[in-house]
């Protein structure tokens, strides 16, 4: 059972914006940096944001993140039907002494 | 290009041992900590364990703490996940995953899987 909470799924139109949240607890988002992934099922997970809002090279500056206590957010803008995915926050805990994967979020491009 | 290559999966019965292995081309291998990460049939990603790039030192998650051993070749650029006494719960598509090189658990490459199924 995740300690990073997820809304399991979103859905917006093309072209659009739309924002996953990840809430957590002082000690993983608190007090340590966040990072996301896109997961095609089947295909290896992909690094989008690390530090809670670097993009790695390579990645598409529709994806920005953002942090502000004990929550984080990932936005997409321009939303593509490539998009569509599943998306999970990670960070550090210091209780579980390990890092911790969100519950994920499934993206639908309408 | 970075790539990580998953192998060593299959079918095997509650209490069995099975040895995965992630073979890593297109980077210095030696210099990266490098982890194992699970997902189980319609649930999320999991960390599994880690190694780290210099020294070879190991960290686990409390699930499989005592049950499975992590190591690395680095003369053959592979790295190792032994499993023993597999339970059920253990069954999952289980990626190698490589540290973005700042030892602070970033994944910034990822395999595409090896399928571990525990069941009589």
């Known amino acids: 059972q995740s300690v990073l909470t997820q809304p399991p799924s979103v859905s917006e139109a093309p072209r659009q914006r739309v924002t996953i949240s990840c809430s957590g607890s002082i000690s993983n988002i608190g007090s340590n940096a966040v990072n996301w992934y896109q997961h095609l099922p089947g295909k290896a997970p992909k690094l989008l944001i690390y530090y809670d809002d670097l993009l790695p090279s390579g990645v598409s500056d529709r994806f920005s993140g953002s942090k502000s206590g004990t929550s984080a957010s990932l936005a997409i803008s321009g939303l593509q039907s490539d998009d569509e995915a599943d998306y999970y926050c990670?960070?550090?805990?210091?209780?579980?002494?390990?890092?911790?994967f969100g519950t994920g979020t499934k993206v639908t491009v309408l | 290009e970075v790539q990580l290559l998953e192998s060593g999966g299959g079918l095997i019965q509650p209490g069995g041992s099975l040895t995965l292995s992630c073979a890593a081309t297109g980077f210095n291998f030696s210099t990266y900590a490098m982890s194992w990460v699970r997902q189980a049939p319609g649930k999320g990603l999991e960390w599994v364990s880690t190694?780290?790039?210099?020294?070879?030192?190991?960290y686990y998650g409390d699930s499989v703490k005592g049950r499975f051993t992590i190591s690395r070749g680095n003369s053959k650029n592979t790295l190792y996940l032994q499993m023993n006494t597999l339970r059920a719960e253990d069954t999952a598509l289980y990626y190698c995953a490589k540290d973005k090189g700042y030892g602070d658990y970033v994944f910034d490459y990822w395999g595409q899987g090896t399928l571990v199924t525990v069941s009589s």
């Open positions: 190694i780290s790039g210099s020294d070879d030192r190991t």
């Open positions: 990670a960070a550090w805990d210091h209780t579980l002494n390990g890092p911790v």
